[in-house]
């Protein structure tokens, strides 16, 4: 009797548990989510296995020795020389030369857009920047190679190879600088108004506040875009390809032609390469290099920028 | 601090102090306004850079002279007489080869012209002219041709015609054209969003709808942001090592009965590619996703609707103009992308359409950069107008993105 009445009670009065009820498209569907989701970390470990794999295969040979690979100034792993600088040292000059283009104008030019435009310039003068940064960089490379090249020749004579990392590294320069304006923008804005309004209040001029006030404010977020440009300088690989020469040469002229690790890779890629080989290992080895180099630098990058919205939330 | 702290100007020595901080104000107001005059004037010097390169005066030569081969004016020749030329002076050989490409007969008669100048008479280029040289010193330009080479003839030329977009590679720059680049491109492409668009719009909604703040999904999050800062070359490498040749089976095709190729396909690039922009994908989705405004989930869940029906029917269609706008940008890098293509292993001289994802494939930043990096000048002429079909195909596609994303801002 009183069984019955406690299933007359559920019967009755419970509400439906929905929550128990199974629903079995609806966890496949989660699953396959989730699965989606976890797929980019599986990227992240593939780069490392695979590049790993092959580069371990490249310094386990019993030719390359520590030594060697940073010890000696000529990298032809074919016949045996395995020095890294070559290609290590054309990589700083390029990245170099790019961001001592890219910093002070994207700076000038963030400084310009957040601070002294007009809403109205702002909206005119920001999408040609979005167009210098959807170009295509093997376009660059054609422009430096057809433009820059020659101009660089007619200002500095017949000192200037055909293929050099100036021309190179002044057209990565320009790449880069929408990229370095647009994220020192973003920090230049992010910071709060009071404090302009505070160096007005003290007969500061427009630029004494800018450059005194807002700029040390926005500081880490401006160092945050500089690293994101040397990560994209390094990793920058048509220009070079194009424009900077191909051959590893030891220099830091930078009228003279030198081929960066990633120009190194694409024109050795780009032939003929026998699987199993020194030159294919090799290629994985100087490939992982440069995705530990942007790796941390992406990382700090990131740090950088967690830290600083903190700041002012 | 500062020793000159209590030393304020007065008087007369306010006013110029005053002047001299204003001067300075306003010159460095110049100097930050010319990074952006720089900065228009890079990009008009590499617009007008291109431009002038695909038009201008040409000087070329017949090596072998039009009336060995026919009697008649070479553009009054109908298409028998074109064809008949042909089968009697190409060897038997040559003549085989193209016919086996494309039935003789069948091709058209502007096609029998082009291998008629092509194979036979031979246009030799020996000097090519920028536009703006061909403009302001024509007449120089003339008595130069006259000069050097007595028996050139000289035309002002456009590089990029309707032809060059419909024709296929070729070895001389006079004939190439960038249609099988294009197509190859568009495969490329198409494979790629087809690999990156669901995996990242499923990605997208996990980490926005699903995912609760544990450690996973911050490793993840994180992960996808450094992602988009990897190198394309890198991508280039992880295509080459997993798909050219640790899924050779598959991306040759062998294991669906293919025999005639490697991993180098068209489907190992558009894989990579898929790859690559797979996070670029996913941080858009993301964002679209974000802009849905919480009252409409509120609502679902508030008649009862369960969470995947909820994302189903209320989050995903309101958020899909978004992640559209996001694949188009997304196919942009994608069409531009060189660096991983070259890697992969495109392939640079391919004269025959690509028949489906196992052929070997040729892409548009592909040709522009081997005929850029070609001594000849004539080469550089065709890699200007290859680049103009490869702006305007980015420009169309972003315009479409900002039109959609114009779209999507005035509903809320």
Same mark, same amino acid.
């Given at each position: 009797m009183k069984q019955e009445n406690t299933i007359m009670e559920n019967k009755i009065f419970r509400p439906l548990d929905l929550k128990k009820k199974m629903r079995p498209a609806e966890s496949i569907i989660q699953s396959l989510l989730f699965i989606s989701g976890v797929l980019s970390i599986f990227i992240t470990v593939a780069i490392v296995y695979e590049l790993g794999k092959e580069a371990l295969l490249f310094f386990n040979?019993?030719?390359?020795t520590f030594a060697k690979f940073f010890g000696t100034t000529q990298w032809q792993p074919g016949i045996g020389l395995f020095g890294i600088w070559p290609l290590v040292t054309s990589t700083l000059v390029t990245s170099f030369i790019a961001m001592f283009v890219s910093l002070p104008l994207g700076l000038a030019a963030a400084l310009f857009l957040s601070e002294y435009a007009s809403p109205k310039a702002r909206s005119a003068l920001k999408p040609i920047l979005e167009i210098l940064a959807g170009i295509p960089t093997v376009v660059y490379g054609y422009f430096a190679l057809l433009f820059m090249t020659p101009l660089l020749q007619k200002i500095f004579g017949d000192g200037v190879e055909v293929y050099n990392m100036l021309s190179a590294g002044i057209v990565m320069g320009i790449m880069i600088l929408p990229l370095i304006s647009s994220m020192s923008e973003d920090a230049l804005s992010a910071v709060p108004r009071a404090l302009r309004e505070g160096a007005y209040a003290m007969g500061a001029t427009k630029f004494e506040t800018s450059i005194q006030v807002v700029l040390p404010a926005a500081l880490s977020g401006i160092g945050a875009a500089l690293i994101i440009g040397i990560s994209r300088a390094v990793g920058e690989t048509m220009i070079v390809a194009v424009a900077a020469g191909s051959g590893p040469n030891f220099t830091f002229n930078p009228f003279k032609a030198a081929e960066t690790m990633t120009g190194h890779i694409a024109r050795i890629s780009g032939g003929d390469l026998s699987y199993n080989s020194i030159d294919y290992n090799s290629l994985f080895a100087i490939a992982l290099m440069l995705f530990l180099v942007t790796l941390v630098l992406n990382l700090i990058s990131q740090g950088i920028i967690n830290r600083f919205r903190q700041r002012y939330e | 601090m500062n020793p000159n702290r209590d030393h304020y100007p007065k008087g007369e020595a306010l006013h110029r102090s005053l002047s001299r901080r204003y001067r300075s104000a306003s010159i460095w107001q110049t100097l930050f306004f010319s990074a952006l005059v720089i900065a228009i004037l890079s990009l008009a010097a590499l617009l007008y850079n291109v431009v002038d390169g695909a038009f201008g005066y040409v000087a070329f030569e017949y090596k072998n002279d039009p009336s060995e081969f026919t009697s008649?004016?070479? /553009? /009054?020749?109908?298409k028998q007489e074109l064809l008949d030329i042909l089968t009697t002076n190409l060897s038997s050989g040559a003549f085989k080869k193209l016919d086996n490409e494309k039935a003789m007969e069948k091709r058209s008669k502007s096609d029998l012209y082009t291998l008629v100048l092509e194979r036979l008479i031979q246009i030799d280029t020996k000097q090519t002219w920028s536009m703006t040289d061909s403009i302001f010193r024509s007449s120089e330009i003339k008595a130069e041709v006259a000069k050097k080479y007595p028996d050139a003839k000289l035309e002002f030329r456009s590089w990029l015609t309707p032809v060059f977009l419909t024709t296929p590679m070729s070895s001389k720059a006079e004939f190439a054209g960038v249609r099988t680049a294009i197509l190859g491109s568009l495969w490329m492409v198409g494979i790629a969003i087809l690999f990156a668009l669901p995996i990242g719009t499923g990605a997208a909604i996990y980490l926005q709808e699903y995912a609760s703040k544990n450690f996973l999904n911050r490793v993840i999050q994180t992960n996808i942001n450094n992602l988009a800062g990897v190198p394309s070359i890198v991508y280039g490498m992880l295509g080459l090592a997993i798909f050219v040749r640790a899924l050779e089976p598959f991306t040759s095709g062998s294991m669906f009965g293919v025999t005639d190729s490697n991993g180098r396909t068209i489907l190992s690039a558009g894989l990579t590619m898929g790859t690559l922009v797979l996070p670029l994908i996913i941080i858009n989705a993301q964002e679209a996703i974000k802009a849905v405004p919480d009252s409409l989930r509120q609502a679902a869940f508030g008649v009862g609707a369960t969470r995947w029906q909820t994302v189903w029917h209320h989050v995903l269609p309101n958020a899909l103009p978004g992640i559209l706008t996001g694949s188009i940008l997304a196919v942009s890098r994608a069409i531009g992308e060189t660096a991983p293509l070259i890697v992969v292993g495109a392939s640079t001289f391919i004269s025959l359409d690509p028949e489906g994802p196992f052929s070997k494939f040729t892409a548009l930043p592909i040709q522009i950069y081997q005929w850029t990096t070609r001594a000849q000048s004539e080469f550089h002429s065709i890699a200007a107008s290859a680049i103009i079909v490869l702006l305007i195909l980015l420009l169309s596609l972003n315009a479409t993105a900002v039109l959609l994303r114009n779209r999507v801002q005035r509903k809320y």
């Open positions: 040979n019993p030719d390359v | 008649k004016a070479l /553009d /009054d020749l109908n």
